[in-house]
Structure formats: C-alpha cells, structure tokens
DNA sequence: TGCATTTGACCGAA
DNA sequence: TTCGGTCAAATGCA
C-alpha cells in the first residue's frame, strides 16, 4: 500500500519484460505455424497475424514506457484510488468502464481451467438474444456487474451433470457498444454433445442430426453444409472491430467455435484423421492469440477477437499466463489498446441464412 | 411434468 | 469489506 509508487514501477516493468517476450513469441507462433502448415496460403496468414500482433504488443510496450515516463513517482500507483488518471485515458471516454472490466477479467477466476475471451458484434444494438454456439448452455444465474450498465449472464453446459461437463461461459453487453458482446469461455467440453451447425435464428427449424462429418471437427462438419454460396471475405482495414454496425437484425448470432477450447495439441502428430483435423485448425498450445475469425450474424460475419487462457501446465511459463492476463486487458479495454489491430476480417454471405462462419474460425479455423 | 429461466442469498477471493 | 461467481428455490413455459 504505501510503497506504491515503487510497486507501479515495478509492475511497469514487468509490463514491459512480458510485452517484450510477447513480441518474440509472436514471431516464434508466426514461424511455427507457418512451419508446421502445410498450406502455404494459411502459412502467409499466420505469419500476417503474427506481425500483427508483434506490432500490437511494440505498441502496448510503448505506451507502458509513456506512463512509466510521465509518471516517475507517481499518483499513478494509487490509480484504483479517486486520484486523476492520465496516459491512456486521452484515447477515450470510457476508462472508467474499462478499469472495471481490467478488474472483472482478474477476479473470480477459476484456476486451472482454459478461460479465453470472445468479443463479438451483433448487426442490431437492439437486439436481445443470447449467443448461440453450437452448444447447449443452461443459464444458471445473472449479475449485475458495478460500473457495467448491462448484466451478465451466467451459462454452463446443459449436460453439467448428467455427462460432468465443466464448461461455462459468460455474456455481456459491451457498455460503450451496445453492439458488443463479451463472452467468456472456462473449462473444456466434457460432454458428448457434438457442436452443432447453428442458425441464424433460433426460431428456424433444428438442424440435422449429426452426419459422419461431424464426427470431425466442427469447422468441417460446417464445411460440409449447404455451403451454396460464394463468400466475398473483407479482410483487415476493411471494417473496424468497433464500428460500423450492420443492419440486419438476428434472433441469435451463432459463433460454433469458441466453445472448443483451443488446446488441442495442435504440434502433435496423429494418425487420427478426426484429432489431425482440430489440431490443424487449433491453435498451438502456447498460442494465446488464436486467429480471429468471423462471425455469422444472420448472415454477416463480423470479426472477433479472443484471448485464451490456459493451465499453466499448456503455457510455456507463468510469464506466459500473464502476458494472456495482458492481452485479455487489451481486448477488453479498447478505449486504452488497439486491439483492432491484433487481427482482423470481416466476411460477408450473400446468403442471409446460411448457418455458419465460412471458415470454421478458431480454435479451429483456417479462414483462407 | 419436465426443463429452462429468474432472482435473491450465500460463498469466497482479493 | 467488496463484489464476482454460484447455488437453489420459485416461477414460467411447452
């Protein structure tokens, strides 16, 4: 408490030490996978994505040694006091919101389990549905979240009991863009419930039982869908992860991916045609940076962006686990960190119901 | 009747 | 002490 000045320093520090090794593992993740991809296509995507994001983590270090700079001693350290806030807060309006969600993201956390983040837009701020994944959730409780003006929705799989399925996830509206969802995911899939092609609206009629292909992984199984039309995919630049919103409303906006957590051993090989098609399309274990994909909206994908958290025994060290904390903060604090340019994509379908991300998306997706 | 949602209470980490 | 996360009884709906 009172050495606070020189606690702030020191987490500076840390900051900037694990934005550094943030860098290099991006350019490590780039190589890696572009090593162990066959696809020279994907191989080119990912090395993309990995400049991104190095030049995202060199942006966040820069600005880390800003506050550093113009807070030598400073009342900076007291900052979950009343005292003035600086730095970053010139990049918006909503520190205060994002303060609180830098303390949500830490608190509570289940230690142990896969927690990754998954922040999406809807085409409509009016519109009221709960995301559907492919997955069946059993709401067991909602919150009110001080300084969220939106609840948050507290889901587990429906098959908890019955098959000691682990898996969480929790929603909420994004405060500054009614647009936005966060979704939180936490703890594997247990049960044997297999992720479904979803819908556009629940109201539209169930899908078909489960065919051979979904005995691979998901993406495939979508792959192999009524997949009728041409996709026009817009990639970086193209449309801000923060704007502009499109128009056509949806029931629900499926996204079939993140609840597949993203720690299929995607460097190990296997005879297994089903296990080599998660792994190719998971990323590696120490990845905490799986490729964003689009986002069926009833029709429009819209890019997301997730943060994975994993088990220390699947990260590479603690600094590992924090960087995770530290890119989690970028993404859900974009009034202070230009997630946006960790990666982006927008998709398009020309057709309004079809019932699935193009790509599969992560933790699986090869999205080219 | 069975299942899902709502909501107030409780627990526990920070 | 605060507040996020979970529990479980009450309620709603098909």
Not at 136 to 162: E, H, V
Not at 274 to 302: E, I, R, T
Request: with cysteine.
């Amino acid at each position: 408490m009172q050495d606070g000045a020189g606690a702030e320093a020191g987490s500076i520090q840390t900051l900037l030490t694990l934005l550094a090794d943030g860098e290099e593992q991006a350019l490590q993740l780039g190589d890696m996978m572009a090593a162990d991809d066959p696809w020279s296509s994907r191989a080119e995507h990912y090395r993309g994505a990995a400049r991104r994001l190095q030049c995202t983590l060199g942006k966040a270090a820069a600005a880390a040694r800003a506050i550093e700079a113009a807070a030598p001693g400073s009342s900076r350290a007291t900052d979950r006091s009343d005292s003035p806030r600086s730095a970053d807060e010139s990049s918006g309006g909503t520190t205060v919101a994002t303060e609180v969600q830098e303390r949500q993201s830490m608190c509570k956390r289940r230690k142990g389990l896969p927690r990754w983040t998954a922040k999406f837009r809807v085409p409509d701020a009016s519109l009221e549905a709960t995301p559907d994944d492919g997955f069946s959730w059993r709401k067991y409780g909602q919150k009110d979240i001080l300084g969220a003006k939106f609840p948050r929705g507290y889901y587990r799989c429906t098959y908890r009991t019955a098959q000691a399925c682990a898996a969480t996830k929790q929603v909420q509206r994004s405060d500054t863009d009614l647009c936005v969802f966060d979704v939180t995911y936490q703890g594997e899939h247990a049960c044997h419930q297999k992720q479904r092609a979803t819908v556009a609206a629940k109201s539209q009629s169930p899908p078909p039982p489960a065919p051979l292909e979904q005995q691979l992984d998901p993406s495939m199984q979508l792959l192999g869908m009524g997949f009728k039309r041409v996709l026009k995919v817009e990639t970086a630049g193209l449309h801000d992860h923060d704007h502009g919103p499109a128009s056509a409303p949806a029931a629900s906006f499926p996204f079939p991916f993140p609840s597949v957590p993203p720690f299929h051993q995607a460097g190990e090989a296997t005879d297994n045609p089903a296990a080599a098609a998660a792994a190719a399309f998971s990323p590696p274990a120490s990845s905490y940076f799986p490729p964003q994909h689009p986002v069926v909206v009833d029709g429009s994908c819209y890019a997301d962006i997730y943060d994975y958290e994993a088990p220390g025994a699947r990260m590479r060290g603690a600094e590992s686990s924090e960087l995770g904390e530290v890119v989690t903060r970028a993404i859900t604090a974009p009034a202070a960190f230009d997630y946006s340019s960790l990666f982006h994509h927008q998709a398009e379908l020309d057709d309004p119901h079809l019932p699935f991300p193009p790509f599969g998306g992560p933790p699986h997706g090869p999205y080219q």
